[in-house]
């Protein structure tokens, strides 16, 4: 699906120290396309044992324009300095993936059952965005060069059970584990005239790895009108 919007963003920015006031606006425009798309399946075994299975993928391409103007003033008001400049991204990616696996056992015993689901999930977004600067005040770069690259990768897997005990009472448990990996990594370059070059560079390398897990138990009553529900 072809998507195509724009907006307007506006900011102001007053140092206490000083009393000098920071001032920006941006206009951008960006169009492109998002796709979404997955297939699903389920197997029976018997009227006690199901398998299912998913995969959901999500892939988007948007291109970004825009314009910047910012400007400094003093408390005064005074100009500073100030800079326009003309933003663009050409080509900014998100890609999504994410795969489910469920498995449901069902006893004897009516209403009791056994959930177990994994899931999988990844999530990765690019973007490089470009400011040349345009017309300025006092204001010595050209412009600067953005890339940032971030992924998510998750494991779930959680496993459920109920079971009835009485009449309008129910019992359950389960366990649940997740396994969460994030790393970005990061470039900004600053260019200003005469030096043919970047004249400085930040670079940024995160990594996050975290992991959880847990147990639980949970009763039910319900006997109209009145219910009550407890988790640990």
């Known amino acids: 699906m072809r998507k195509s919007s724009s907006w307007k963003e506006d900011m102001d920015y007053v140092y206490t120290s000083s009393g000098n006031r920071y001032h920006s606006e941006k206009e951008t425009t960006q169009k492109g396309r998002e796709l979404k ?6 197997y029976k075994f018997d009227d006690f044992n199901k398998l299912s299975a998913s995969v959901e993928l999500g892939n988007k ?10 400007r400094l003033t003093a408390s005064n008001g005074e100009l500073l300095s100030s800079v326009t400049s003309r933003l663009s991204d050409p080509e900014s990616k998100d890609k999504d993936l994410n795969v489910a696996v469920g498995f449901e ?23 490089e965005m470009k400011q040349d600067v345009t017309a300025q005040k006092n204001f010595n770069i050209l412009g600067y060069s953005l890339y940032s690259d971030s ?4 494991h779930k897997m959680q496993i459920d059970w109920l079971r009835p005990i009485a009449r309008g ?12 990996l994030i790393t970005s990594e990061s470039s900004q370059w600053y260019f200003t ?31 109209k009108p009145f ?5 640990t």
Request: charged share 20%; proline share 1%.
């Open 61 to 70: 391409n948007i291109e970004i324009m825009g314009t910047r103007y910012e």
């Open 151 to 154: 992924k998510i990768r998750t």
């Open 37 to 42: 798309y997955g297939v699903e399946a389920a």
């Open 105 to 127: 056992h069902k006893t004897h015993v009516q209403g009791e059952a056994l959930h177990i689901t994994y899931n999988y999930e990844r999530q990765r977004a690019e973007e």
């Open 193 to 223: 005239p005469g030096n043919g070059g970047a004249v400085y560079s930040f670079l940024e390398d995160f990594h996050h790895k975290m992991q959880t897990g847990g147990v639980f138990m949970n009763y039910g009553l319900n006997l």
């Open 169 to 180: 009472q129910v019992l359950g448990a389960g366990a649940r584990y997740e396994d969460r």
């Open 227 to 231: 219910s009550i529900h407890a988790m």
